[in-house]
Nanobody, 123 residues
Framework: QGQLVQSGGGLVQSGGSLRLSCTASGFDFTTYAMGWFRQAPGKDREFVATLDWSGNTIYYADSVKGRFTISRDNAKRSAYLEMNSLKPEDTAVYYC????????????????WGQGTQVTVSS
């Protein structure tokens, strides 16, 4: 059974940076696209970024483009989300996910999910 374990996150001031990590087990990581989503209180889970198995096809939500960078290391079975110039509106629980589609941007397209990690940006 596939599993994703997340690390990183925490509390940071506006303009600061954080890095999230997501390590996979139990499935062939190298054939899955990876994505990051976030969910703020009272809101639906929303797409943040995704990249395909090779790391060559990447999509970002407009709200994070130019500030966040998604990456992966297949040898370490891990995906990352580097977040810079953080804003209070980035505050949410962040989730990594794995999909067999090339670069899914919908929650329902994802097969495995991490446990979620809180990111709080203070103003």
């Amino acid at each position: 059974q596939g599993q994703l374990v997340q690390s990183g996150g925490g509390l940071v001031q506006s303009g600061g940076s954080l890095r999230l990590s997501c390590t996979a087990s139990g499935f062939d990581f190298t054939t899955y696209a990876m994505g990051w989503f976030r969910q703020a209180p009272g809101k639906d889970r929303e797409f943040v970024a995704t990249l395909d198995w090779s790391g060559n096809t990447i999509y970002y939500a407009d709200s994070v483009k130019g500030r966040f960078t998604i990456s992966r290391d297949n040898a370490k079975r891990s995906a990352y989300l580097e977040m810079n110039s953080l804003k209070p509106e980035d505050t949410a629980v962040y989730y990594c996910g794995a999909t067999y589609l090339i670069a899914g941007r919908l929650v329902d397209e994802y097969e495995f999910w991490g446990q979620g990690t809180q990111v709080t940006v203070s103003s």
